[in-house]
């Protein structure tokens, strides 16, 4: 008689009882054990292994039991299985179909103490697939059933569970305050009303060392929090609308039964200003200048930069920066801060340089050029270039694979593929996938910023400094007053409130030479000089050559 090797597996979708001595997986178990020893006669054995799935939902098939069942039928270990019913094996059709499929492949059957099924026969498959049909639109009932419970109860403002925020714990279906936990939340808000920046609180509070309380997650039991908040964290209570004592369920706000922590004053400031900084300003300086290298952009080391920005006023200035300075809340030695618009435009003067020679570009790509397309290629490249060099999103992201920070040199790894596409040429059998240009920049310190600096000193993209040309304008005019000679140097210090070596410092700029000025309002000074340094580091000469010299870039 052949032995038929038989495994038991029992599921329970709650948790509710399982403590228990004799449990509803107990009771399963007993009563397929009785049905494999009833069929003793046939050599059926019951394998002494145990798959038991307490407390998880037969709506899916991560299980743990279940995936152990399913690598001894794999491993030809079972011969088959036997389950108090098929939904305890499944309650989804497809899921069905599925074990179906893995019990077919190694030769497996299945049965059902209380619902006799023969899986060998379509009579059979009907049969279960019937069966599953209601099984499955048991379990939608329920969840839609579910689904309205839960909007009723948010309808009267009670707690559908969960770990509360900040600030809360749990009282029945209510929310009681932790007062030491709420003053942490008053005072986020209050912080965010003086700074409006989120930033700002977030740097404020790891600086004086406030951070997220040790909480017990409800359900697991685990601890968290007892580390700094983060900007997103600091952004979610901001937003958060039990602090205000409100549920807000599928677009509709209804009073909460809890207290509220926050004053509706304040709530309704705190949302006013939130809203103008996502709505307004920014999102529209966003879509006007959208960074060109995020997610295209690393370190040295290989590690993705982060776009992000600072605003001053209604100025909106982008950078790329390490995940250390970014998350750091500053400027980190570790890290670099490379100002937006210079690595952009570096990479697409180097791409647009590149296209100046096609037959070099497509030699050192791999691509094929025929003689025939000599001449539509000249033309196609001059196109490229132009809109590479005007930054053309579209253009330089399809053909940027990689762009590479290093302290003396940035490396951008252009896609062959696409290149060729924009070239129309073909790539030849050994072409690589990307090809490697080298731009002679390098990375220089400048305040708390890294600069990109070239050959000669001079920043790779023209970037007007708006305070200096104030600057110049005020030494200008302070100059006119005093040549007028109705004041001195201390009368005009003292009408203009401020102090006479400012004063002074500031008067040089009256002197500058013509050429000077004019790099001054083109933006195109020597890196590093700023309205800072020249009116604080910066000893400028009275010789217009020598200031030249001094403040231009080397020609």
């Not at 103490?113 to 939608?140: D, I, P, Y």
């Not at 509070?205 to 580390?227: M, Y």
């Not at 207290?259 to 307004?280: C, P, S």
Request: overall charge positive; some cysteine; glycine content about 8%.
């Amino acid at each position: 008689m052949k032995r038929v090797r038989c495994a038991i597996y029992t599921r329970k979708s709650s948790e509710e009882g399982l403590e228990q001595d004799f449990n509803s997986l107990d009771a399963q178990r007993e009563a397929c054990a009785a049905y494999v020893l009833s069929q003793a006669s046939e050599g059926w054995t019951l394998l002494p292994e145990i798959y038991d799935d307490g407390g998880i939902s037969g709506g899916t098939l991560e299980r743990p039991a279940l995936q152990r069942l399913l690598a001894d039928v794999a491993g030809g270990r079972i011969d088959t299985i036997v389950v108090y019913k098929v939904d305890r094996l499944t309650r989804s059709l497809l899921d069905f179909s599925k074990l179906v499929e893995a019990f077919d492949a190694a030769g497996t059957s299945f049965v059902s103490v209380t619902q006799s099924f023969n899986t060998t026969t379509s009579m059979g498959r009907l049969t279960l697939n019937m069966l599953l049909s209601f099984a499955q639109f048991e379990r939608e009932v329920t969840a839609e059933r579910i689904r309205d419970k839960i909007a009723a109860s948010k309808a009267k403002g009670m707690w559908m569970g969960g770990t509360p925020p900040l600030g809360y714990r749990p009282d029945g279906r209510s929310l009681a305050i932790v007062e030491e936990h709420a003053a942490i939340v008053r005072d986020i808000f209050a912080r965010y009303i003086a700074t409006g920046n989120v930033r700002l609180v977030a740097e404020q509070l790891a600086r004086e060392g406030i951070g997220a309380p040790v909480r017990t997650r409800i359900g697991s039991g685990k601890a968290f929090g007892g580390v700094v908040f983060t900007r997103g964290q600091i952004h979610a209570f901001l937003k958060c609308p039990a602090y205000v004592s409100e549920v807000h369920h599928n677009g509709h706000v209804y009073p909460a039964l809890h207290t509220a922590i926050i004053d509706r004053a304040t709530w309704d400031a705190v949302q006013h200003r939130l809203d103008t900084h996502v709505r307004g300003e920014r999102r529209a300086a966003r879509a006007a200048s959208p960074s060109l290298l995020a997610g295209l952009i690393v370190d040295a080391a290989g590690v993705p930069l982060i776009a992000t920005h600072a605003c001053k006023g209604k100025v909106r200035y982008r950078y790329y920066v390490s995940r250390a300075v970014h998350h750091g809340g500053g400027d980190n030695e570790a890290g670099v801060r490379i100002p937006a618009l210079e690595i952009e435009t570096a990479v697409a003067r180097t791409i647009s340089r590149a296209f100046d020679d096609p037959l070099a570009l497509a030699a050192t790509l791999g691509l094929i050029v025929r003689p025939a397309d000599i001449h539509p290629l000249t033309k196609r490249s001059v196109d490229v270039a132009r809109h590479a060099a005007k930054s053309d999103r579209a253009v330089l992201r399809a053909m940027i694979a990689r762009v590479r920070i290093h302290d003396d040199a940035v490396e951008i790894d252009l896609a062959t593929a696409a290149v060729a596409a924009h070239l129309q040429l073909s790539a030849g059998s050994e072409a690589l996938a990307v090809t490697t240009l080298h731009s002679a920049l390098r990375l220089t310190r400048t305040g708390g910023a890294v600069r990109l600096v070239q050959a000669n000193g001079c920043a790779p993209a023209a970037v007007v400094d708006v305070s200096l040309i104030g600057l110049v304008i005020k030494a200008r005019r302070w100059w006119g007053v005093l040549r007028e000679g109705e004041l001195g140097l201390v009368e005009l210090a003292a009408k203009e409130r401020i102090s006479s070596s400012y004063l002074t410092r500031v008067l040089r700029l009256a002197f500058l030479s013509p050429a000077v000025v004019d790099a001054i309002l083109a933006g195109a000074l020597r890196t590093g000089v700023s309205a800072r340094t020249v009116t604080l580091d910066t000893i400028i000469p009275a010789c217009w050559q020598q200031q030249r010299m001094l403040l231009l870039p080397a020609a």
